[in-house]
């Protein structure tokens, strides 16, 4: 039985070509030159001034957290139901994640709940935009010039998304991508943040590097981790960057086509195909189980791997972390909508290489083992 995967990125353009030119120049480190072509054309894309491209979206997040001054004893608000990286960009600098719950119909987090959160603490709001839908931007961005707080955009998933027509990635202080290979476009590993401010692309520029003095060099300063990015990855970049618009496309028509052929199965939630700013790029086509169905998304998972079918259940809530809770940290905390989504929710098979026949596959498999879930419940 072929088994189909939950992910094959699409790597049939330019990136044999360019990556060969990688080796045939010799350039293959991150002083090569695509990696200037390819930050100045990815903050193109998306109306920002300045690109850093960093070794993936975790350093990406890092360095921006690190960049807008995030330190010991700050607050940084963010959604629970997100990527470890995220948290994990603020506790590794002494500072304190402080989560909100999340919206049930977009997976997004509930802006509602924001204000609430805001103490003489808070340093910044970290918006993580999740699955193909953008977080509501207006309110957060009003609260951030009412309260003086810095914006982080977290669009590692929103790679040719707008919100209210402006790209996703031009929003607030600093935004951040990854290329991991799931993503609209990859590079295998990487990450980008990309920023207005001349300044802060500076700052970010010494982090990625090690914090080499820029008179002398081997002496530094203050710490920083080695996130280069290379040429190699670069020429990947670039190709897939030329091909953006059409990868877009594709997903906005693979979600179609989920939606359409399994919107009459009963039990689940579909992914919202629209709201009044923005259409859905589909990250990955999400499904949510009803509530009152007795089964968890890693028992889904199992039974669709059973039938050759790849699948990976939604995040796991960040105030529910193992290693969280061994430091005693956000004790008590409860997060219904998080916590919901992160039991009940899962993807199915929704790479760009996808075909029309492995989602009809994927599409028979899952309604196969939706109806065999209906029969016990
Ligand atoms: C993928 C992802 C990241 C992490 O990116 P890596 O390149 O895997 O480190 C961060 N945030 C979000 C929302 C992501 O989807």
């Known amino acids: 039985m072929d088994f189909i995967p939950v992910n094959e990125p699409l ?7 360019y990556l060969c030119e990688c080796i045939d120049t010799g350039w293959i480190s991150s002083e090569g030159p695509f ?19 960093v070794s993936n979206g975790t350093a990406a997040l890092e360095v921006a957290m690190q960049a807008i001054g995030v330190g010991e004893g700050d607050e940084v608000i963010m959604p629970t139901f997100t990527i470890i990286s995220c948290a994990m960009a603020v506790t590794k600098l002494g500072a304190k994640p402080v ?4 919206d049930i119909n977009t997976w997004n987090m509930n802006v509602e709940e924001i204000e609430g959160k805001i103490t003489e603490r ?32 977290d669009a590692a998933e929103m790679h ?38 001349g300044e802060l692309a500076e700052r970010c520029r010494m982090l990625r590097n090690l914090c080499f003095r820029k008179d002398v060099r081997y002496v530094h300063d203050e710490i920083s981790d080695n996130y280069r990015f290379t040429n190699l990855q670069a020429a990947v970049g670039l190709a897939q960057l030329e091909r953006l618009d059409e990868f877009v496309a594709k997903k906005r028509e693979m979600g179609k086509y989920y939606t359409e052929h399994l919107s009459d199965l009963k039990g689940i939630k579909l992914p919202v195909a629209r709201t009044d700013y923005a259409d859905n790029i589909y990250w990955v086509y ?15 998972c199992r039974l669709l791997a059973a039938e050759g079918i790849g699948s990976r259940t939604f995040f796991w809530c960040m105030h529910e972390q193992p290693v969280y809770q061994k430091q005693e940290l956000f004790e008590g905390e409860r997060y219904k909508t998080a916590e919901y989504l992160a039991r009940k929710g899962f993807y199915i098979p929704s790479g760009l290489a996808i075909t029309r026949e492995q989602m009809e596959t994927v599409v028979g498999k899952v309604r196969k083992v939706m109806k065999a879930i209906l029969d016990v419940c």
Do not use: W
């Open 11 to 17: 790597l049939d353009g330019n990136e044999k070509r």
């Open 35 to 53: 990696v200037k072509q390819f930050e100045e054309k990815m903050s193109i894309s998306v109306g920002r001034r300045y690109g850093v491209a």
């Open 99 to 102: 989560f909100v719950d999340s």
């Open 122 to 153: 808070t340093k910044a709001i970290l918006v993580v935009h999740l699955y193909g839908l953008p977080t509501q931007m207006d309110k957060i961005l009003a609260l951030a010039g009412k309260y003086q707080l810095k914006v982080v955009e």
């Open 160 to 197: 040719g998304q707008t919100y209210r027509g402006k790209p996703c990635g031009s929003f607030g202080d600093i935004s951040t991508f990854s290329f991991y290979p799931n993503k609209h476009i990859t590079t295998g590993e990487g990450g980008m943040v990309v920023t207005d401010s």
């Open 286 to 300: 999400g499904i949510v189980l009803d509530e009152k169905i007795d089964i968890s998304n890693r028992e889904i």
